[in-house]
């Protein structure tokens, strides 16, 4: 599969100071074989075993490929409306453990038909379920081993289709503007998608993965950090800030320097934290480091707005931005 | 070059129509406010294939604006919290009056004309006590200021004329003050309704949104010509907690939410930025935030989606072809699964698209 897609796009140049083939060839497509090697792993493991600590290795695994490349949210992932599927997070409603508890109040044998899975809520299906069955005491042992297997199995069907379904899409993306392409009627929209996805990223990043448990002062909010059962939430931002910055150089051919520092100061604050799920966000002097990580990840947007956005013309939405 | 036929056409229209009539204007169908790259404001009317009809400057930048059902006039209305309207002639692409919000008011952004076009009506905030108030402007006085009434709520947005003659307005229910910007003052005791009045600003019918729905702000309505509404609203508490954006009003039974997918739901980033009719039974709602529209059919209750940068400008023309704008100058019509671009501009059209008659 991804030799077909990498002969696609040897003959399309792309003109300015973004590089579309690269970012096809050397970070989405790479990034969804890795996650779909990694859940038909996961999905083989749960097969065999039923035992939660035989399972979380190849969980972290295939979570963390999936957090490696869930910034592209435009795509088969958006066309096929399975961002959710994949990962229900935030969920203020905890519509995760209230779709977990469903099923399992009544033993719904839909965990044993792989082919109709995909039609239970959105919150069941994806890694966050996952996490739960996995890390929280379950009711029924041998229906949630079941329903870790559906699961498991979900996640690889799902990441299969997203790949395959990828080399069409990146067909469309480097043919943009051509007749008969409805996707893309220029380079510039490219340019967008990808800017978009970089810049939203470095927002949820922001806003919700550190700003979510960090509340406000008065009013910490330790428990509403990402898959902090799992003590996956530093990890997560460490992988984000890995790939957004895989993104940016990858994408970018212009000067960077701002960003490179920017993306630099963060990584380095980032490991200086020994505090995987973020529970310190309640603690005042743990909390200014988090805080501290937080405002380099804005500095991150500004140098990236600056640096990446103003060259190639993209401005924050005029309409977005109204609130009326 | 106009070809020879429409040449003619255009004669015989002069000749034969009223010369104020919308159908001398080189056939706008619509109008929106927009800004230039040069950053100057303006209002422009959109032809049927999506080009400029004409531009006419504004001083400062514009939301939504009423058509005048019969003549080729428009009111241009200042974005909040603006305090200035203009009277465009279409015919000459001209603004020929400039209204001023009286001491004490400000406009909210959108206005409508009666139905026999005697009277504008516009939403306001008279600030000092936060009262919505809605303006009634004389026509034929040379719009002057006839008085004003109650919006039947606080922070009236959309005001529409409903089939029948009455008007319906969104009262948002959030509070703000010139002084502090465009900051929400009352987010605590916030609560939005869909007032119905006569106009003379008897009140017909109002509906709260639930408490449940309490941080939601309708704000952007549009009706069929049953005369049902359908409302769009602004979620102001956590984005996640997805709560239904889109619903309808039908006289009878309260404000019902449309049921839409988690996924659907979620790419409209807690934030509908207009909402227009189509055809007998269905609405379009843009989001900008979310860069998507969604066509909800009344009868199979199955929502669409359509994507587009920054999309916002909606509405059904009066040859019933419903049209986009967004911030990046493109024009869209509708398709069964997707937008087509129709025209594109070096200019960001702004939140709302107005269908002439």
């Known amino acids: 599969m991804l030799k077909r897609f990498v002969v696609l796009l040897t003959c399309v140049a792309t003109p300015g100071l973004a590089d579309i083939d690269d970012v096809l060839t050397d970070h989405i497509a790479p990034g969804y074989s890795t996650l779909v090697e990694a859940t038909a792993h996961l999905s083989n493991v749960a097969e065999e075993t039923c035992a939660p600590e035989a399972i979380t290795p190849a969980f972290h695994t295939a979570y963390d490929a999936w957090i490696r490349i869930s910034h592209i949210q435009f795509g088969p992932l958006e066309d096929q409306g399975l961002a959710l599927a994949m990962s229900f997070w935030p969920d203020p409603k905890d519509s995760t453990g209230k779709a977990i508890a469903r099923l399992t109040r009544f033993a719904d044998p839909i965990v044993n038909a792989p082919d109709q899975f995909g039609e239970v809520s959105a919150a069941a299906q994806g890694f966050t379920a996952l996490e739960r069955l996995l890390y929280d005491p379950q009711p029924d042992a041998e229906y949630a081993c079941k329903f870790v297997r559906a699961v498991a199995e979900g996640l690889s069907r799902k990441a299969m289709a997203l790949e395959s379904a990828w080399p069409a899409f990146a067909d469309r993306m480097t043919t943009a503007g051509a007749s008969g392409n409805a996707r893309f009627q220029s380079d510039e929209e490219v340019n967008r998608a990808l800017y978009t996805a970089l810049s939203t990223g470095l927002e949820f990043l922001h806003d919700q993965r550190l700003g979510r448990p960090l509340g406000s002062f008065e009013r910490p909010r330790p428990r509403r950090a990402e898959a902090r059962r799992s003590e996956r939430s530093l990890r997560h931002i460490v992988l984000t800030l890995n790939a957004l910055e895989d993104l940016t150089t990858t994408f970018f051919d212009g000067d960077l320097s701002e960003t490179k520092a920017a993306f630099a100061a963060a990584k380095e604050r980032a490991a200086s934290l020994d505090d995987p799920a973020l529970a310190g966000v309640a603690n005042p002097v743990e909390r200014i480091r988090v805080e501290a990580l937080q405002r380099t990840v804005n500095d991150i947007r500004n140098a990236v707005n600056e640096e990446i956005g103003k060259p190639l013309g993209i401005t924050a939405g005029f309409n977005s931005l109204d609130g009326d | ?357």
């Open chain 2, 1 to 357: 070059m106009p070809k020879r036929r429409d040449v003619l056409a255009g004669l015989a229209a002069t000749a034969f129509l009223p010369s104020k009539g919308w159908a001398s204007v080189g056939k706008p169908v619509a109008i929106s406010a927009a800004k230039r790259s040069d950053g100057q404001h303006i209002l422009v009317g959109l032809s049927a294939r999506g080009s400029l009809v004409f531009q006419v400057p504004l001083p400062d930048r514009g939301h939504a604006a009423a058509a005048h059902p019969s003549d080729a006039e428009v009111v241009a209305i200042s974005r909040r919290p603006g305090t200035f309207a203009l009277v465009i002639n279409c015919l000459e692409g001209k603004a020929k009056q400039r209204l001023d919000a009286p001491k004490g008011h400000h406009f909210y952004g959108h206005a409508t004309f009666s139905r026999d076009g005697r009277y504008l009506f516009t939403t306001e905030n008279l600030y000092e006590t936060g009262e919505g108030r809605i303006g009634v402007w004389e026509r034929q006085q040379g719009f002057s200021r006839v008085g004003d009434f109650s919006s039947g709520g606080i922070g009236p947005h959309e005001i529409i004329l409903l089939p029948n003659g009455d008007l319906a307005v969104a009262n948002g229910g959030i509070r703000t003050h010139p002084n502090s910007g465009r900051d929400k003052l009352n987010l605590l005791s916030m609560r939005s309704n869909l007032s119905i009045m006569s106009i003379s600003g008897t009140l017909k019918d109002q509906t709260e949104l639930p408490p449940s729905m309490r941080l939601n702000s309708l704000r952007h309505i549009a009706a069929l010509p049953d005369g049902t509404i359908g409302f769009g609203c602004q979620w102001q508490g956590d984005v996640f907690e997805t709560p239904a954006l889109f619903g309808t009003y039908s006289g009878k039974g309260g404000l019902h939410f449309e049921d839409v997918d988690e996924t659907q739901l979620r790419s409209l980033k807690g934030y509908i930025g207009s909402v227009a009719a189509v055809g007998a039974d269905a609405f379009v709602a843009t989001s900008p935030r979310g860069h998507a529209a969604l066509l909800f059919g009344l009868k199979d209750h199955a929502a669409q989606n359509y994507r587009a940068h920054d999309v916002c400008g909606v509405t059904t023309s009066a040859q019933g072809v419903t049209l986009l704008t967004n911030g990046l100058g493109q024009v869209f019509s509708t398709n069964t699964r997707a937008l087509s671009q129709l025209a594109a501009h070096n200019l960001a059209f702004d939140n709302h698209l107005i269908a002439v008659p």
